[in-house]
């Protein structure tokens, strides 16, 4: 089937801590692949995306590589801060049978707590 | 970038009654919506794709006659949810797809509203 699949949270990293979040995918084809970020009392945001195999998405200091070979989209990021805290979400467009635009499949989310 | 509001951010409402939630796109035109259902600590999950000028389409499991789609103009869409009961309590949160501002673009990337919560008695 089409699901998203990442690690369990939560995560808690000390400010300036390496992060990775990992994801999986299961799809036919090679779906665009996104993560989100929901910040407490905050609605969800784009936070990056690749469309294609060995795209690399990038946004405030956050990568994530498609690997089409292991389907995977980890999310990773240097040096984490105290801002970060929030969960992320990754993702996978699918098609809609009905209009143009595809639909998005979340995974269950990852919290990440970052304390000074 | 693009915003999508949701109105109201949150309801109370006894049981039996129903109660109607509106998802605006205030910079851009929308012809699809999409409504998403989020219990506390767990993932979003897609109910229906609202489609203007026609009918919504449901996802599987998802009651079409208690959680009514109305997508009447290219900026609102609207989601009833009707004879509300204590399990219809949950976080619903609506997007629109559009062209990004800032990242690479596509059709295939959201933006969602703020979402609202509704706690039926």
């Known amino acids: 089937g089409n699901s998203v699949t990442q690690m369990e949270g939560p995560v808690t990293l000390s400010e300036e801590a390496f992060l990775t979040i990992n994801c999986t995918y299961t799809?036919?084809?090679?779906?665009?692949l996104f993560w989100y970020v929901q910040y407490p009392g905050e609605g969800l945001q784009l936070l990056l995306k690749?469309?294609?195999?060995?795209d690399k998405g990038s946004n405030k200091g956050f990568e994530a590589t498609y690997r089409k070979e292991t389907t995977s989209f980890h999310l990773e990021k240097g040096s984490v801060q105290v801002s970060d805290s929030a969960v992320y979400f990754c993702?996978?467009?699918?098609?809609?049978?009905?209009?143009?635009?595809?639909?998005?499949?979340f995974g269950p989310g990852t919290s990440l707590s970052v304390i000074p | 970038g693009a915003v999508v509001s949701q109105h109201p951010s949150w309801v109370i409402c006894k049981s039996g009654t129903s109660v109607k939630i509106e998802c605006r796109s205030l910079d851009f035109q929308a012809t699809t919506m999409f409504w998403y259902r989020q219990f506390p600590k767990q993932s979003l999950m897609l109910m229906a794709t609202s489609n203007e000028g026609s009918k919504a389409t449901y996802e599987q499991g998802v009651e079409k006659d208690k959680f009514l789609i109305n997508h009447a103009s290219l900026t609102l869409s609207t989601l009833t949810v009707t004879s509300a009961h204590p399990e219809d309590s949950s976080f619903y949160i609506c997007?629109?797809?559009?062209?990004?501002?800032?990242?690479?673009?596509?059709?295939?990337?959201?933006?969602f509203g703020p979402g609202t919560r509704l706690t039926v008695l």
């Open positions: 690749a469309t294609k195999a060995d």
């Open positions: 993702a996978r467009a699918t098609p809609s049978m009905k209009t143009s635009y595809d639909k998005v499949i």
């Open positions: 997007s629109a797809p559009g062209a990004t501002r800032g990242l690479a673009g596509g059709t295939d990337t959201q933006y």
């Open positions: 799809a036919t084809g090679y779906p665009s």
